[in-house]
Each structure stands twice: as C-alpha cells, then as structure tokens.
Nanobody
Framework: QVRLVESGGGLVQPGGSLRLSCAAS????????MAWYRQAPGKERELVAT???????KYADAVKGRFTISRDNAKNTADLQMNSLKAEDTAVYYC????????WGKGTLVTVSS
C-alpha cells in the first residue's frame, strides 16, 4: 500500500513556472519508477515524464526542454519543474508509482491562463 499526495498546482500566466511535488508514504521501499501524468478536460490521461530509481528520465515530446522531473529517494518525493508554461499545459497532474501494483495520487490542478 502506497499513498501519494500531489501539491504545487495553481493558476499561472503563460510563460510562467510552477513546481509540482509528489510525496509518497506507506510501503515506499517497494517503489521503483515514478511518473507524472496529466489529463486535460475532454482528453485522455497522458504520460508527461518518468524517472527511474537511479534518476534516468524520459519526457513526452510536448514538454521536452520545458519540464524537468526529479526525485529524492531519501525523502520519497518526485518533483516536476514546469517552465515556459503554455495554455495547452492546463490539466490535472497526477503522480503515479509502481510497487506490486500501480498507485495514483488524486491530482493537482494546473491552470495556465492570462
């Protein structure tokens, strides 16, 4: 059992920045990869970025060069630094991890608007 709590969402202007954080608790010793997904209104949930336990990262094409995923294994956290935000980045952002099964946080809303 793993509990995930996302934080850091909010309203930001186009071109601005936000930093999201995912805090894991419970059976954290079993966590391998961590990832951020997002879901915009009326669209399917999509992968944003992944990070392995040894900090190898992958990004969706839409966010390459703008977003950076990182993790702190001692604190059991995974952050997503989002720069140069665009209106199309507006979505609920979800943290997910895999131990024996996949766990999801409840999400944090990011709204990019002027």
């Amino acid at each position: 059992q793993v509990r995930l709590v996302e934080s850091g969402g909010g309203l930001v202007q186009p071109g601005g920045s936000l930093r999201l954080s995912c805090a894991a608790s419970g059976n954290v010793i079993r966590i391998n990869d961590m990832a951020w997904y997002r879901q915009a209104p009326g669209k399917e949930r999509e992968l944003v970025a992944t990070i392995t336990r040894d900090s190898n990262t992958k990004y969706a094409d839409a966010v390459k060069g703008r977003f950076t995923i990182s993790r702190d294994n001692a604190k059991n956290t995974a952050d997503l630094q989002m720069n140069s935000l665009k209106a199309e980045d507006t979505a609920v952002y979800y943290c997910t991890v895999v131990t024996y099964m996949r766990y999801w946080g409840k999400g944090t809303l990011v709204t990019v608007s002027s």
